[in-house]
């Protein structure tokens, strides 16, 4: 009595049926829990409607399932009347401290001492105060002022005393240009001519004649 298939007539080969396997492994029900043959759990939690004439439905829904309902504002204010630039919320940070104004504090005592009065109504002698330039950098003795220097130093001081010779003299009559330089070099080396060496055995024998003078005799 094992779970053979319902159909009948199948002409199953009898040796091949005696190879099969004809037990059942468990006795759970294999119709996986939907009353029938076994399927899926999407589609037994899920059970398929027919699609319905589109005449018949109502324009509204169709608009309601094509809007968007995500709410990215998470129940605050859609409008944008908060929003700033990064800069400006950047410069705006803090501004009650960088433009408060408000009365300097830690001098109290320090405006004290500067509302006294330095005035002496006794007729106890005072010593002149002098500062430490003044008693060091006394004003010099006055003297007779020269209208001008133009006889004395005028002249040396328009003329210029930064020389770039070095020493050397100072006229340009050794200047050369870059190029003339430049193709002078070598000058001797390019232009001297002279007598090529070690070719003297080699000069003789060229000027040696090879033309014979005489008939040659018969043997």
């Not at 968007?68 to 009347?81: Q, R, T």
């Not at 960088?98 to 830690?106: A, V």
Request: net charge positive.
């Amino acid at each position: 009595n094992w779970p053979r298939d319902s159909r009948t007539n199948l002409h199953v080969d009898p040796k091949a049926d005696l190879r099969g396997v004809h037990w059942q492994v468990s006795y759970g029900d294999r119709s996986g829990g939907c009353g029938g043959p076994a399927k899926t759990e999407t589609k037994c939690s899920y059970v398929g409607y027919a699609n319905p004439d589109r005449g018949k439905l109502d324009p509204e829904c169709a608009k309601e399932l094509r809007r968007s309902h995500i709410d990215l504002a998470a129940g605050e204010d859609k409008s944008s009347a908060g929003w700033k630039a990064c800069m400006t919320d950047e410069m705006s940070r803090n501004a009650n401290d960088k433009f408060g104004c408000r009365k300097p504090s830690g001098f109290q005592a320090l405006g004290a001492e500067l509302r006294k009065s330095s005035v002496s109504f006794s007729d106890q002698p005072r010593s002149s105060m002098l500062s430490e330039q003044k008693a060091m950098y006394a004003r010099p003795p006055p003297r007779e002022q020269l209208a001008s220097f133009k006889d004395s130093i005028g002249k040396d001081l328009q003329a210029s005393h930064i020389s770039l010779a070095h020493g050397e003299e100072k006229n340009t009559k050794g200047w050369h240009s870059a190029q003339n330089a430049e193709m002078a070099r070598h000058a001797r080396e390019k232009w001297h001519c002279e007598k090529p060496q070690a070719f003297e055995a080699l000069g003789k024998e060229l000027r040696k004649s090879s033309v014979p003078l005489s008939h040659p005799r018969s043997r």
